[in-house]
């Protein structure tokens, strides 16, 4: 919350200076403009997933690289988990998987798969709700309470690798990320295959912003808020790797690529 302090200070300095220069036919609708750009100038860190104003984030490697990382969110979705899992094996290449603890609760065969087979498991929220962002440090720290005891289970650590849902990270959120030492993790390249199920649109989409060091946004699981079908996703995958490839880059796990560590005790 320190971070949202000084915007506020200054824009009572401004609304003061204003009512003492100029009459209330004036200062009064200045106050209002000055309002709403302070209020602007908080939600925007809020709302753009890459800012790391109130929480550091990484969504590339600072620095060359020519390793990508791929990471798949919103899982672990029976209909669809396994078959990413089975292809990635099938290419050797080990994937971070930002899990929703609910979902982990009811696939916990999936979530040892994920881990069985190499990849790392990464907190994306115990129910991916929308109340998440509007959650105060109370129930945000039961949220993690929660998503931590299921995959502890599992894992026999705690994910240090916070995604949030949508990618938006409230001032609260981000004390609560703080105080938990988690790193928080975003994209640099997305497929939008959330909503997108045509794999070419997929793969455009990707390939567009695609480079050395660079996060890459898949969904293995359906139905949070986008749409339930994720055999776009599927279908692309083997082209993305392919097409990504061809580029020169090579795939390293999220962990290894940014340098920071997946679990904790
Ligand atoms: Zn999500």
């Not at 204003?18 to 709403?36: Q, V, Y």
Request: charged share 25%.
């Amino acid at each position: 919350m320190k971070r949202t302090i000084l915007p506020k200070i200054l824009g009572l300095v401004l609304i003061g200076i204003a009512w003492t220069i100029w009459p209330a036919s004036t200062a009064f609708p200045l106050s209002l403009f000055i309002g709403f750009a302070v209020l602007s100038l908080l939600t925007i860190p809020v709302l753009s997933p890459r800012s790391s104003y109130y929480l550091p984030t990484f969504s590339s490697l600072r620095g060359p690289s020519d390793r990508v990382a791929l990471t798949f969110d919103d899982g672990p979705d029976p209909r669809f988990t396994m078959k990413i899992l089975n292809h990635l094996e099938s290419e050797n290449i080990r994937a971070a998987f930002f899990v929703v603890g609910s979902r982990a609760e009811k696939h916990p065969d999936l979530i040892k798969a994920i881990v069985d087979r190499g990849h790392i498991l990464g907190n994306h929220s115990h129910r991916h709700g929308l109340n998440f962002h509007f959650s105060g440090p109370k129930a945000l720290r039961a949220e993690f309470d929660s998503f931590d005891a299921i995959t502890r289970d599992v894992t026999g650590h705690r994910c240090q690798l916070f995604r949030a849902p949508q990618g938006f990270r409230s001032p609260i959120l981000a004390d609560v990320v703080k105080e938990r030492n988690l790193h928080c993790i975003a994209w640099s390249a997305r497929g939008y295959d959330a909503i997108e199920s045509r794999p070419n649109k997929i793969l455009q989409s990707i390939l567009k912003d695609v480079k050395g060091g660079g996060i890459v946004l898949l969904h293995d699981g359906g139905g949070l808020g986008g749409s339930e079908d994720r055999s776009g996703t599927i279908e692309a995958l083997p082209l993305l790797i392919k097409e990504i490839r061809a580029r020169g880059l090579e795939f390293e796990r999220l962990d290894r690529l940014i340098g920071v560590e997946a679990y904790s005790q």
